[in-house]
């Protein structure tokens, strides 16, 4: 029998003669199944393709926490448990049932004869090496900090896994099951302790989701086979075949479902085009619930007066974002640029979510929402900062959609309009960018946060715990431990009022600084049916739901 490692290094080797044949007939219909591929299920209507300007990071689930990668993972991969069309709350997937067997052990059972399309057995045993290699690896643009209660897991038996919690009543332990950190994955194919390449991770077939990759181009093409052994809460997908094609300029994506060359784009169109799309009669436009937000984030070794700059003085990097804070006019931004597609945004929880608050908003600018160069120069006099203050300030060109130019044009113009600022405005592609932002590189820069579940939690726990997915240097005891708290507090109340002071507190110390939440929006063909499904309150955007 092959053991494990050496079934690896197989896989390894025949990545790279698999991949580039696959993706030569991405585009094209089939009619049988190719060796490695996946069993077609789903059912007929023929393939759709989707446009989307979203990146790829990695496929591997321990590597990347951004939206592009996760909407790929959604499809492929298997969850102990998710979200069904339509609603925000999680339900078992591939798991039998899912439960508290004590106040610090969650067991899952999972459903019998569960197989990955490679063949492998689907097993607890994938399922505890899952978490054990987030929790080792723990990569810094990974979603590893979304398990900080989690101490160990055990595989009882080939079915029943138990999760060992260090703080009793976890509330968003069975959220986080379904986020980022939540991909179960194939031990045989999957390395413990370093992330999987994609190529090894396509060749593996290491696939049990809806669907399957059979054709992979990084961030130029995807596509997908619907995998009939799924046997999860989203049932089969309705689309047995769908290819997805990355698109570097989006006015490109919009040229294209204008022609008919796409089904789909989704994420992202500029504000002008999608109002110019919602009166073209041969598409529609879906709006969906969205918890998207932006910010900006201040890395607090390296912004001025930072911890590791030649000048640090906590008092006056803390001036210097509060002026920043002072400055930012959310409504200018909002109109201007995104035609009111967003929406101002004064806290950490955006506006729908429980225990929501608008914390910024008194503290900062004329007290209203709108924006006080007086009062910005009078934090910054205080602390004994001169003027103008000299501000590298960095944001994606290629993630956030073709606006960021000009968002951050915008800002840069609001924070230099009254002589306070000097801002050296920089930009660079995201997969750079999602390496460098976490390597000190960055004084501030533009993030934005497309949530993993629809809960307060997710907004606080991997931006303000002390080891942080924003890697940012924020330390703050106090707070730290308010998240702690709120997560294992059982009554509704008393939970909501702990995350609205932990609001409060961060908009004092101003790790970041929230100005925007967005809706989601798809534009679509005439003839697809089943999108306003996928848009929903859970924020994930599934193909499987789609069809023709």
Same mark, same amino acid.
Request: proline letters at 5%; charged letters at 20%.
């Given at each position: ?47 759709? +393709? ?10 591997? /689930? ?34 039998? =049932? ?5 106040? +610090? ?13 490679? !063949? ?72 413990? @302790? ?80 999608? !109002? ?10 879906? @709006? ?13 070794? +390296?912004? /001025? ?23 930012? @006019? ?36 004329? !007290? ?23 501000? =590298? ?11 960021? =130019? ?36 960055? /004084?501030?820069?533009?993030? !934005?946060?497309?949530?993993?579940? =629809?809960? %307060? ?50 908009? %004092? ?40």
């Amino acid at each position: 029998m092959t053991s494990v490692r050496t079934r690896r290094r197989l896989v390894a080797t025949a990545a790279g003669l698999t991949v580039g044949a696959l993706a030569l007939t991405a585009c094209a219909s089939k009619d049988d199944t190719s060796d490695g591929a996946s069993d077609g299920g789903g059912g007929g209507g023929g393939a759709l +393709t989707i446009g989307t300007t979203d990146k790829v990071t990695t496929l591997d /689930p321990a590597g990347s926490y951004d939206n592009g990668s996760f909407a790929v993972m959604n499809q492929v991969f298997p969850f102990l448990l998710n979200t069904p069309y339509g609603s925000p709350d999680v339900e078992p997937d591939i798991a039998e =049932s899912a439960e508290f067997t004590a106040p +610090t052990e969650y067991t899952v059972k999972l459903k019998p004869g569960l197989k990955w399309a490679n !063949g492998h057995d689907l097993t607890s045993s994938d399922v505890k090496f899952t978490f054990d290699r987030q929790v080792a690896i723990a990569d810094e643009n990974g979603p590893s900090s979304l398990l900080y209660n989690l101490d160990s897991v055990e595989a009882v038996d080939p079915t029943t896994v138990v999760f060992h919690l260090k703080s009793e009543n976890d509330q968003v332990f069975p959220q986080i099951l379904s986020s980022p950190a939540g991909p179960i994955v194939d031990e045989e194919v999957f390395a413990a @302790d370093a992330l999987t390449p994609d190529a090894d991770i396509v060749a593996g077939n290491a696939f049990a989701g809806q669907y399957a990759i059979t054709g992979y181009d990084f961030n130029n093409l995807v596509s997908y086979e619907a995998y009939e052994g799924y046997q999860g809460i989203l049932g089969a997908a309705k689309t047995a075949e769908v290819n997805v094609k990355y698109y570097a300029d989006a006015s490109n994506l919009k040229l294209d479902i204008q022609q008919g060359n796409i089904d789909v784009a989704f994420r992202s169109l500029n504000a002008t085009d999608i !109002g110019d799309l919602r009166k073209d009669d041969k598409v529609q436009v879906i @709006d969906g619930p969205g918890g998207e937000i932006r910010y900006i984030t201040f890395n607090f070794d +390296t912004q /001025p007066f930072g911890a590791k700059t030649g000048e640090a003085d906590p008092a006056k990097a803390l001036a210097v974002r509060q002026a920043v804070a002072d400055l930012i @006019d959310r409504d200018a931004i909002s109109e201007q640029v995104y035609k009111g597609t967003y929406t101002p945004l004064y806290s950490y929880v955006p506006a729908g979510l429980t225990g929501a608050t608008e914390s910024l908003k008194g503290l900062y600018g004329d !007290g209203s929402g709108g924006p006080d160069a007086a009062k910005a120069k009078a934090a910054l006099d205080a602390a004994g900062v001169a003027t103008p203050v000299a501000l =590298s300030l960095q944001y994606s060109n290629d993630h956030y959609g073709p606006s960021s =130019s000009d968002e951050y044009a915008m800002i840069k113009d609001q924070l230099e309009a009254d002589g306070l600022f000097s801002v050296d405005l920089q930009t660079t592609e995201w997969v750079q960018y999602s390496k460098d932002r976490s390597s000190d590189v960055y /004084p501030a820069y533009q993030l !934005g946060w497309f949530p993993d579940y =629809s809960d %307060a939690d997710n907004y606080l726990t991997p931006f303000f715990l002390i080891e942080n997915f924003l890697a940012n240097h924020y330390v703050n005891q106090e707070v730290n431990d308010l998240i702690l708290k709120q997560a294992v507090t059982a009554d509704a109340d008393e939970r909501t009022s702990i995350i609205e002071e932990i609001q409060d507190k961060v908009a %004092a110390d101003l790790s970041t600084v929230p100005y925007l939440q967005g809706a989601q929006v798809a534009v679509v063909g005439k003839d697809v049916k089943g999108t306003a499904d996928t848009l929903d309150p859970s924020f994930k955007f599934r193909y499987g739901a789609l069809s023709k």
